[in-house]
């Protein structure tokens, strides 16, 4: 027979079954109470923990609707002053007492994600409306709070199951999940820096420089009695130099013990060879210093040391420290992009840190500063080669090279170190570097699983758990032995020190004494104006001489015209010019009468020139009497300058344009194929300022017109169409030059006249069949560049003359998104008018619409919005282009987005 209750009877019996489940359940906080408060250990005279305790409490507070006002430390206990918020409304200040669980290891919680650190503090409260409690627990740590106390008996058999659980999820996870605490991230994340004054940043004693990167050079110094590293910015361009300030934002907000810290950042004059009245400011960071250097130059200074004994536990450690780091970061969402041995520091006891952030991402951030990746291809992913832009699965396979590196001590692929094009495909194809005999076969196992295909690549942060699971993690392999780091013995050490202290004070003397020479007295000055007169009324006398001698050969036809040598113009001497300058540079400088008056003011021109080699004066004198006594004389023809352009006689002639002495070297025996210290041939000069007539007698004289630099690959015809010199490329090409020669880059002559835009130039080698397609190192036709360059004149010339308007880079990008990059709505327009496809979507599922919300270009984006694009496509992040809108902050373009019907 059933029986029937009344609502309220039945409400009544769940109220107490509830109230009985409460009491047996370790969350109820009439159990849990008075039981931590037994554990509770309240932590006193460690600022250290107090301020681990407040980052964990304060992150659950803002994420309640609460905010923490102050936390500090009131007769041995520990409490909490915060306020409440809704909207506009801000209460008064609660106190609350704040219990710590014991034997609790509060600098586990950096190891863990934000949202699991969420997970250790608890709010405890009887009442939903008040908190009179805040409990940090051992939930988030070790797998998460048991139930009750755990026996000892059942220890190891809890570990077991745990061992299990994350030993089935490695083998289902291999790739990254998404993101869970973006939102935090992006709320949590500082957009300010510590900085110093530019007064307190006097005081830094540079010791030494340490090297030098793509955006500045690193130095070792000393701060407050702290030796500390300062990295200095080079004078670089607007987009540059945001870059260097993210770096720094980046790094202010890491604590993690295998990422170098950020202590600060400052601003000071920019050192000139004049005193200014307003100088230009110099930035740079304050970072922690790494005695023991970076790993490539600890590896290279042992590369085939039979000596250098290092154990595999050892190298191990450092891979687990890298390891450790890079999981950090991509807790965080950051992607380094450029990871290499020469970013991996060490410090005094061998531990590794990750540095040089100048390319790290966040995947969140802006488009722009994603195209500052690093540039060092050959540790890159195949799929990443030659696209700036990082992945988390990229820098899984970088850190394979680092764990191929530690067996092999040398550098990946150096048959392929300035071709590009010829890495991408020996990677794709699958082909990897050979991994040492000596290197362990879990390491080895674990290198190849690094380098898998992208889709493949486990997450970092199981790369991490792998890594440990190949040695034991147990205190007799942490920093056991780090001897082998050590370059000197520790007399050696302490000798090699005073040495550099004694250079320093040395330097600051010499710099002293160059201060001091600066200040010239009036008597100095009279002495020196003298001198300069003198030089110049030489020079002039010397050119009065070489006027009239000319006059007279050209009456008397003498053996010089029997050669068919032109005649010479006349010139300005360098020297003479310089002179001038020097003089005219500073007006307040007069003669004195006055030998004891000291000047009060510091000279504003530089000292004179160093005199210049017989060779090039007489050259740039057209002197050719004065070349050709040199050569009777015993001059070698062919002989380099002591400069570091190391030019020739005959580079001279042709940068100073004087073809008669073109002529006589050449007659004389001149090597018609000399370079100098980069490479550049007397034809390269030639084709490079234009000087047709000089170009033409080299080419009759067997210079090779396909001849290419050291470095860059140019030839004389890329030279040419980089500087818009027409007439000289139609000669080049007339006399044999190969049209659609490459330089190291890929890039072709049209290439480079495109991205100048030299349109009559574009002409003529399209006339002469240059490849309009042709596709450089990153796979960018012609219209790539010019539509990037922001030339509309030549897209336009391009697409009529049958260039594709929708080819697609290695990374999918389109002539129309390079055109959206820099916001150039003309040109976006005419692509759009002339076919190209405006919802094109590149490696990252952008469209050209997510690229100008991301970017802020707002007439771009109203001109694709009103030419029909996809308003709510999401990329391969799930973002839609008004999502990146908001993203920046870019409100204009939000309203845009939002009226169309964006989301």
Not at 141 to 165: C, S
Not at 465 to 483: G, I, N, Q, T
Not at 520 to 545: D, F, G, M, P, W
Not at 546 to 560: A, I, P, R, V, Y
């Amino acid at each position: 027979m059933k029986r029937y209750y009344k609502l309220t009877d039945r409400l009544i019996a769940c109220a107490l079954l509830l109230s009985l489940c409460l009491q047996s359940c370790d969350h109820s906080f009439n159990q849990l109470v008075p039981e931590e408060k037994e554990q509770a250990d309240v932590i006193l005279g460690s600022t250290k923990r107090i301020e681990i305790i407040k980052q964990l409490i304060e992150q659950k507070f803002i994420s309640g609707g609460w905010g923490l006002k102050d936390l500090y430390e009131e007769q041995g206990e520990l409490k909490a002053k915060v306020i409440e918020k809704h909207g506009d409304f801000t209460s008064k200040p609660h106190e609350l007492s704040v219990a710590i669980a014991k034997d609790i290891d509060l600098e586990q919680t950096f190891l863990l994600s934000p949202e699991e650190q969420k997970g250790v503090v608890q709010f405890i409260s009887p009442q939903s409306e008040q908190l009179v409690h805040v409990m940090v627990s051992k939930v988030g740590l070790a797998g998460g709070m048991k139930r009750g106390v755990i026996k000892k008996g059942d220890e190891e058999k809890e570990k077991e199951k745990e061992k299990e659980k994350e030993d089935r999820e490695i083998k289902l996870t291999r790739v990254d999940s998404p993101i869970k605490d973006a939102t935090w991230r992006r709320r949590y994340f500082k957009t300010s820096i510590p900085t110093i004054s530019t007064k307190d940043a006097q005081h830094i004693e540079y010791i030494r420089e340490l090297g030098s990167g793509g955006m500045g050079t690193v130095y070792q110094a000393v701060y407050q009695e702290d030796t500390i590293a300062v990295k200095k910015l080079y004078r670089l361009n607007r987009e540059q130099i945001a870059a260097f300030k993210k770096e720094a934002i980046i790094i202010a907000n890491l604590k993690h013990p295998n990422i170098i810290s950020f202590l600060g950042f400052f601003q000071i004059p920019e050192s000139t060879p004049f005193q200014l009245a307003s100088p230009p400011m110099q930035d740079a960071l304050i970072m922690e210093y790494a005695s023991q250097g970076s790993l490539w130059s600890l590896l290279t200074k042992h590369q085939g040391d039979s000596n250098w004994d290092a154990s595999w536990q050892l190298r191990y450690q450092i891979a687990l420290d890298i390891a450790g780091g890079l999981s950090y970061l991509h807790q965080w969402d950051i992607v380094h992009c450029d990871l290499k041995s020469e970013n991996i520091l060490l410090d005094a006891v061998g531990r590794a840190k990750i540095t040089d952030f100048g390319s790290a991402v966040l995947k969140s951030g802006a488009t722009s500063y994603e195209g500052w990746a690093g540039d060092t291809w050959r540790w890159k992913s195949p799929e990443l080669i030659g696209i700036p832009k990082g992945t988390k699965a990229g820098d899984v396979y970088s850190y394979g090279m680092l764990l191929w590196q530690l067996g092999t001590r040398r550098e990946p692929f150096p048959n392929f170190e300035k071709d590009i094009r010829g890495l991408i495909k020996h990677t794709e194809a699958g082909n990897r570097e050979d991994i040492t005999e000596d290197t362990p076969l879990k390491i080895r196992e674990l290198i190849n699983t690094c380098w898998l295909v992208e889709s493949e690549r486990p997450a970092m942060k199981i790369v991490h758990h792998l890594l440990e699971e190949v040695f034991p993690a147990c205190e007799k392999y942490r920093y056991r032995d780090y001897s082998f780091l050590q370059k000197e013995k520790e007399e050696e050490r302490k000798v090699k020190d005073e040495l550099t202290i004694q250079v320093h004070e040395l330097e600051k003397e010499k710099e002293k004494g160059i201060e001091k020479e600066k200040v010239i007295s009036a008597r100095e000055q009279e002495v020196l104006i003298s001198q300069v007169e003198k030089l110049k009324k030489e020079l002039e006398e010397e050119k009065q001489k070489h006027d009239e001698k000319e006059k007279e050969k050209e009456k008397e036809k003498g053996s010089e015209a029997s050669l068919g040598i032109v005649s010479v113009p006349k010139i300005m001497p360098t020297s003479v010019a310089t002179v001038n300058r020097v003089i005219n540079a500073d007006p307040s400088i007069k003669k004195s009468n006055s030998t004891t008056t000291p000047a009060k003011k510091v000279m504003s021109f530089l000292p004179l020139p160093r005199p210049m080699p017989p060779i090039q004066k007489a050259v740039s004198l057209g002197n050719l009497d004065k070349v050709l006594e040199l050569l009777k004389n015993g001059l070698d023809v062919n002989e380099h300058s002591d400069s570091k352009d190391r030019y020739t006689a005959l580079h001279y002639a042709v940068i100073y344009n004087q073809s008669n002495i073109v002529q006589a070297l050449l007659a004389n025996g001149a090597d018609v194929h000399v370079v100098d210290n980069e490479g550049n041939t007397p034809l390269h000069f030639a084709a490079k300022r234009s000087h047709k007539e000089v170009v033409a007698l080299l080419i009759e004289k067997g210079a090779n017109v396909n001849a290419t630099t050291k470095y860059r690959n140019y030839t004389p015809l890329y030279v040419a169409a980089e500087h818009g010199h027409k007439e000289v490329v139609a000669l080049l090409i007339e006399k044999g030059a190969n049209i659609n020669a490459t330089n190291s880059w890929g890039d072709t002559p049209l290439d480079i006249a495109a991205r100048w835009g030299y349109k009559d130039v574009v002409t003529l080698l399209l006339e002469k069949e240059a490849n309009i397609n042709a596709v450089n190192s990153l796979d960018y036709t012609p219209l790539h560049v010019a539509a990037r360059s922001g030339h509309k004149e030549v897209v336009t010339l391009l697409i009529e003359k049958g260039a594709n308007v929708n080819a697609i880079s290695s990374w999918s990008y389109t002539p129309l998104h390079v055109a959206v990059w820099d916001g150039h709505k003309e040109i976006v327009a005419f692509l759009l008018e002339k076919g190209a496809n405006i919802n094109a979507t590149d490696s990252q599922g952008d469209t050209p619409l997510h690229v100008a919300a991301s970017g802020g270009h707002q007439e771009v984006v109203a001109l694709l919005i009103e030419k029909g694009a996809s308003i709510n496509a999401t990329d391969f992040l799930g973002d839609t282009p008004l999502m990146l809108a908001k993203q920046k902050n870019h409100t204009e373009i939000v309203k845009l987005l939002q009226q169309a019907g964006g989301h």
